[in-house]
Structures are given as C-alpha cells and as structure tokens.
C-alpha cells in the first residue's frame, strides 16, 4: 500500500511534515477533513494510519475522486458533497478537524463561523489543524489585479462569481480572504498552542513550480 501511495510523487504525495508529526499526538479516533481537495491527500493518509475519516468538499468531482483514490489504496473515507459553510458536522466527535487552503474562498465573517464549528466538532484533547495562504501569497496578487474583485474589508477581495481559479464556490459570490497570525492566535486563544509559523513553501504540485505564502496554526482543545 505504501509504494501505490507514495508512487505518484510527480503528481499529489508529497505532505506536509507537520502534518506528519501531528500523528504523534493526535488521539487515535475519528479525523474530519474540511475541503478534501482533487485528491483526498489527507484523508487518505489518516484512513491508511487506521482512522476513520469524514471528509467534505463542495465540488463533487473532489469527493468522487477521492472515494476513487481510497478504493484503489484499499482504504475507506466518509465523503460527502457539502458546503462547508453550511454543513452540520456534529460536536465533540473528532480527535483532529483538518481546514487546510480553502480559507481564501470564504468571507472573514463566515471563516470565523466554520472555525467555531471546528471547535465545537473536536473532542477534549483534540487537534485542529488550520492552513491558509497569508498575505502576500499570489492569490491576492491576482485578486488584486483582476477588475472583478473589489477590496470590501480588511484582507479581504470579492468579486460577484461563483468560480474563480479552477474551484467552485459556495455561492455567486467569490471571496478573497486570509488570517495574519495574530487572527489564529486571538481566534483560538481558549486552545493549548502546539505550532504556528508563517513560511513561503514551493509548490511543484501544478503547472510550473511557484511559491505560496503559507501560514499554519496547531492547536489542542483544553478541558
């Protein structure tokens, strides 16, 4: 299972380390994968360490592929076609909620929303796992110079869409929008911090290599 995993480096399987220590003290439970993405990276990688795994994403391509991808590794994953915003994802359930790079799709005031239903799905003890293209990535770069977008709130572009650089949204209206750390660090303040940083990473996943902006946020839920 290993080598049909880790067999298609060129493509998807390259992951992020800290996701790979995260591992290490998450409770063995239940993961839930918010924005599964073309490939289901995550979720697979948790289904293959023997969690089990719900995952959601809006485009139903991604969930179909996804499903696809964990049948052929032999795994099992929980999809389903949702948007986040809205979906019910239950409360105290998970031991690790993943929001990895969909952020940007959602307005400020609807990111603080799904991120109170992450915090409400995790168990005692459990981990969210929060990643987001920072300022500066070239995400806003094209917001900026798209004629579309107009700036309506601090780091925050919209533009009146329902589809913008290859991903479908969760409306006709296409949001453009990240957290600093200090957002992260205010919005999970009642967490026990286990890493946050900023860094700017090589993307070889798509297209020419370039480079994003990336911030992540780990933390534990307290009693």
Known sequence: MKEKFFGARDRWWDFDPLLIKCTRFVPQGKVLDLGLGKDGRN???????????????????AVKQSLERAKDLGVTINAQVADISTA?????????????????????????????????ALSVGGVAYVAVFALGDICFDRAKNDPDFKLVGPNTYRAEKGQWWGCQTSSKQTYVHSFTKEDLLSLFSDFELLHCSESVDMDIDHGKPHHHNVLIYIGRKCP
């Open 43 to 61: 979720a697979l990688f948790f289904s293959m360490l023997g969690y089990e795994v719900d995952g959601v994403d809006i485009d139903e391509s």
């Open 88 to 120: 019910d994802i239950g409360c105290g359930g998970y031991s690790i909620v993943l929001a990895m790079y969909m952020w940007q799709y959602f307005s400020r005031e609807t990111s603080e929303r799904i991120i109170t239903k992450m915090k409400n």
